[in-house]
């Protein structure tokens, strides 16, 4: 592996570990599944069914089922597709959106406390990082499709 794939690699395990703890760390009373696919909706804003099943890597059958679920606690709802009569689009709603700043709001509890024993370097590290992180997201939604 060369030094930009390792890197590429240890960025990605080493996210995805932190939100992995958090998650499971975190009381909230969604589900993982349903809190994912909360975070996709908001992520993708209005989709149809088939674009979220791509990004969620599952069937739209599978995609479909989790949706009607969201929408059945009033977290999505579906819009007609101004471009498709024959399609729809799948957005949250503002009760959807509540309840994904929740399940933020106690996945960050989850690291609050260890977050207060760094100093101000630390701190400013960090936000350093996640500056870095935004950046590469942005260069990487302009170069790499969805």
Known sequence: MNPRETVANDLLRSAARLSRWASRLAAFDVSYAQARLLALLDE???AR???LAEADHC???TMS????RLESQGWAQRVPDPHDAR???LSLTPAGRDALEEIRRA?????S????????????RLRDAVAALDDLLHRAARTIPN
Not at 107 to 111: G, I, K, N
Not at 113 to 124: C, I
Request: aromatic share 0%; no cysteine; proline share 9%.
């Open 49 to 51: 069914v088939s674009a």
């Open 87 to 89: 399609a729809s689009l």
């Open 113 to 124: 406390p260890t977050l207060t024993t760094l100093d101000d370097a630390e701190v400013a």
């Open 59 to 61: 069937s739209q059958p």
């Open 107 to 111: 996945r960050a509890a989850v690291l």
């Open 44 to 46: 993708l804003g209005p």
């Open 65 to 68: 089922t989790a949706l009607q």
